[in-house]
């Protein structure tokens, strides 16, 4: 009797703590409205009008909690259809409302709304939305914060928190720009300055422009959550006179670095303490490119002031960090080399050890030929033939097509995109003498199926084809693991020695070094139509681009969620 007692005793217990897991899950659910307009900002002396969310730029901070459940009802009431991504959001079973142009949905078209509903699951730290259609994210973007579920971080509290935008400040209109480099096949027009949280600074150009501000008290502790918004360029950041400590990456927390620089490339957010703990006066954060490779682009730093709170001469030179120079990638890859997750018992983390499925990808600058004949392309000459300039993941140039591949996969429509795009490239030496090799591509929309449940690994090899540079490649839908980086061609026997398979970084975006490698894992357990590319813009418009299909599994829980009743639509072949 007794005995039987104890054992109700005991299922009740098990049946409450049951009841408990599941509260912890079940997160808050907030309603947001994004309107898109054109807005006019002045800046660098110049006007335009801009399409923004809620006129505002950088767009609106979103503020939730782990777990939480977060609607949001677009509404374009700008010239063009746009569609938003919610990068680094997981989204499980339901890509649907993943975002990327012609990939999981149509663009919204003006004067019609669409409403994205996103599962929040494991993200914890900061991550970001932004446009996900042409270059309309120049301006449509924002940071999206996702706290603890019970306010407290794995580090020590800090005393306050500082959002840091980075972002491209182009003075004419950026849909012009990108439709002038798509016409004539050459490098796109650069920008004009970068920004930080939506401040220039001031110029000689025009020196009434305001800088970003930051007023810190001594004794202090700040976190900054830095979001890398930037079009086109990796950057260096940093602050003068003050360490910086990396406490979380992509919504996930690292193992804490202290440095003095960060190398952060477009796509990728940060969690950096920095203490206030320096003689009271002004001090610059710097922001500078890091850009390894040959073409034309925008090498404006962009500069805002620590300032203390009390009473002192402000210095007649503000101090600027040092931070490793333009071209320096070694500075670039031993930073992200040194990139560790925190994997603790709180914050676990789940690196695949037998991997079940190899994928191996060569990424590259390439050229196609400039046609209809007749048409002049500003492409570089190949044997003084004109050509317009490409990209390509294993030889294959992404084409979008003219619906979205998640629709055709879906229901099964034919003729949208092929399911061949290969599991290794054609070898040669990658990071070696490319001469003999082709600088010509092919095109297609090549998809990578995979089987819900693998151990998947993938392994972003850099080529010297055209230009080898650093790739920061962005994977939707997934955190990954990054086991192993490293210079030159990458070694299928001695590399896999050296992975780190103990606390690797977890992020969604990673910088390929340039004439480098990189091997990332995930378990393929978030069933769905992904968009894995190359967050330099430019090369993600030229095709640096392919999409990972994760089968379903074999229960409705392992299956891609029903489509919401109302998509954009298609136009109609
Ligand atoms: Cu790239």
Request: hydrophobic share 35%.
């Amino acid at each position: 009797m007794g005995s039987l007692k104890k054992k109700n005793f005991m299922l009740i217990c098990l049946m409450f703590l049951h009841i408990l897991v599941l509260c912890m899950a079940q997160g808050q659910v907030h309603h947001y409205d994004f309107v898109l307009k054109e807005t006019n900002f002045t800046k660098l002396c110049s006007t335009k009008s801009m399409l923004t969310v809620n006129d505002s730029f950088p767009g609106p901070v979103i503020t939730v909690r782990r777990g939480d459940l977060v609607y949001f009802n677009v509404h374009n009431q700008g010239k063009y259809g746009v569609t938003i991504h919610w990068h680094g959001v997981k989204q499980p079973r339901n890509p649907w409302s993943d975002g990327p142009e012609n990939v999981t949905q149509c663009p919204i078209q003006p004067a019609t709304n669409f409403t994205q509903e996103i599962i929040l699951s494991d993200e914890e730290g900061t991550l970001w939305w932004h446009a996900h259609s042409d270059w309309s994210r120049a301006t449509v973007h924002g940071a999206f914060v996702i706290l603890p579920p019970d306010g407290k971080y794995p580090f020590p509290q800090p005393d306050f928190e500082q959002i840091i935008v980075l972002g491209t400040w182009y003075k004419g209109d950026v849909m012009a720009i990108y439709d002038d480099a798509v016409a004539s096949g050459g490098n796109p027009n650069i920008s004009d300055a970068h920004t930080i949280n939506g401040f220039t600074g001031n110029s000689t150009d025009c020196p009434t422009e305001e800088t970003f501000t930051m007023r810190v008290s001594y004794g202090k502790t700040y976190l900054l959550r830095i979001v890398n918004a930037v079009m086109n360029e990796e950057r260096f950041f940093g602050i003068a006179n003050h360490n910086l400590t990396l406490v979380g990456m992509d919504g996930a927390y690292t193992q804490p670095l202290i440095t003095d620089y960060l190398m952060i490339t477009p796509g990728q957010t940060m969690d950096v303490l920095f203490t206030a703990n320096q003689t009271l006066s002004q001090y610059y954060m710097l922001s500078t490119a890091y850009f390894d490779g040959f073409a034309e682009f925008d090498n404006t730093s962009a500069k805002g002031i620590i300032e203390y709170i009390g009473n002192y001469t402000p210095p007649s030179t503000i101090p600027s960090p040092t931070l490793p120079e333009l071209r320096n990638a070694t500075a670039a890859l031993n930073f992200t080399a040194s990139l560790k997750s925190l994997a603790t018992p709180q914050h676990p983390i789940n690196v695949p050890k037998n991997i079940t499925r190899h994928i191996f990808i060569a990424i590259s600058l390439n050229v196609l030929p400039c046609l209809p004949a007749g048409r002049t392309c500003k492409g570089p000459p190949v044997n003084n033939t004109e050509t317009i300039i490409s990209a390509s993941l294993n030889n294959i140039s992404f084409s979008t097509p003219k619906i979205d591949i998640l629709e055709a996969y879906y229901r099964n429509i034919n003729n949208v995109f092929t399911k061949d795009f290969p599991d290794s490239p054609e070898l040669f030496n990658f990071t070696g003498d490319v001469t003999n090799i082709s600088q010509y591509t092919t095109q297609g929309t090549k998809v990578i199926m995979i089987n819900y449940g693998e151990a998947v690994e993938i392994v972003l090899q850099g080529t010297a084809i055209q230009s080898p540079e650093n790739h920061p490649m962005h994977l939707h839908g997934y955190s990954f693991y990054v086991v192993g980086i490293g210079s030159g061609n990458f070694n299928n026997f001695s590399d896999p020695e050296n992975y780190n398979l103990v606390n690797p970084p977890e992020v969604n975006t990673i910088g390929v070094p340039k004439s480098g490698w990189v091997a990332i894992r995930f378990f393929a357990n978030n069933p769905g139509v992904w968009f894995m590319h190359c967050h330099l813009e430019r090369h993600a418009t030229w095709g640096m681009d392919t999409v990972l299909i994760v089968k379903n599994g074999s229960t409705p829980e392992t299956s891609i969620r029903k489509p919401p009743a109302y998509m954009p639509p298609c136009p109609k072949s």
